[in-house]
């Protein structure tokens, strides 16, 4: 049981480029959810998601944009990387607020 | 808005004392909580959370709605204890779990 699957694990991005970080979980939750983790900080919500349609902004969303076809896939897109977006992404999924959220081993994103 | 407060950055303690991470939380209802741990190489993980009131790998964590407290405790800590903790708050108006900066605790053996 793969639970939270992201890709990539580490990348490297020139100011301005873009990219797609990927989420998938195979628990068939509804709940999936975007933090990212900046050193010395604790996690900070970008997006979220109840259901596959359904999408909200999170504490930091801007530069960031998702989308949400289907129930187990959730990427977080890039359009114009900025050095300030270099961080650790968490990508989590769960059934409810009360129920564990599941999280994935994390993509370390660096902005030169 | 709601905000979890976790003061200790860091935390060592030696093997066999006692541990207590503590976590402070600000919010107008009723408030979900839970601890999350990140030991080294491997995923965040839920460890305990409060309704459930379980002591999970010797550690327990108690509400207290007086002083807005989750404390996470352990009697007598082991080496295997050393990882992150974060503390997190949870809203079922929006599905959405608030979490602390993290105390990273390191056992002393």
Redesign the interface.
């Known amino acids: 049981n793969a639970g939270v699957t992201q890709t990539p694990k580490f990348r490297i991005l020139k100011i301005g480029q873009s990219m797609t970080l990927q989420c998938a979980q195979d628990m068939n939750h509804n709940y999936m959810y975007w933090y990212r983790q900046d050193p010395g900080m604790g996690l900070k919500l970008i997006y979220y998601s109840v259901g596959a349609g359904i999408t909200d902004k999170g504490e930091v969303p801007n530069g960031y944009n998702v989308s949400r076809s289907t129930t187990e896939d959730f990427p977080l897109r890039l359009e114009l990387a900025a050095p300030s977006q270099t961080s650790v992404y968490f990508c989590a999924s769960g059934e409810r607020i009360n129920q564990p959220q599941h999280f994935g081993d994390g993509t370390r994103l660096s902005i030169l | 808005a709601q905000r979890?407060t976790?003061p200790e950055?860091l935390l060592s303690v030696f093997k066999g004392a006692p541990v207590e991470l503590k976590c402070n939380y600000s919010y107008s209802g009723s408030p979900?909580l839970?601890w999350?741990v990140q030991y080294s190489r491997q995923?965040?993980?839920?460890l305990l959370?409060h309704?459930s009131r379980e002591s999970i790998k010797g550690f327990t964590a108690d509400l207290n709605k007086g002083e807005t407290s989750f404390h996470l405790k352990k009697p007598f800590a082991q080496e295997e204890d050393s990882a992150m903790y974060?503390c997190a708050l949870?809203?079922?108006g929006?599905?959405?779990?608030?979490?602390?900066?993290?105390t990273r605790l390191t056992i002393i053996p």
């Open positions: 979890v976790q950055k979900e839970f999350y995923r965040l993980q839920l959370r309704i974060y949870g809203n079922f929006n599905e959405k779990l608030t979490f602390g900066t993290g």
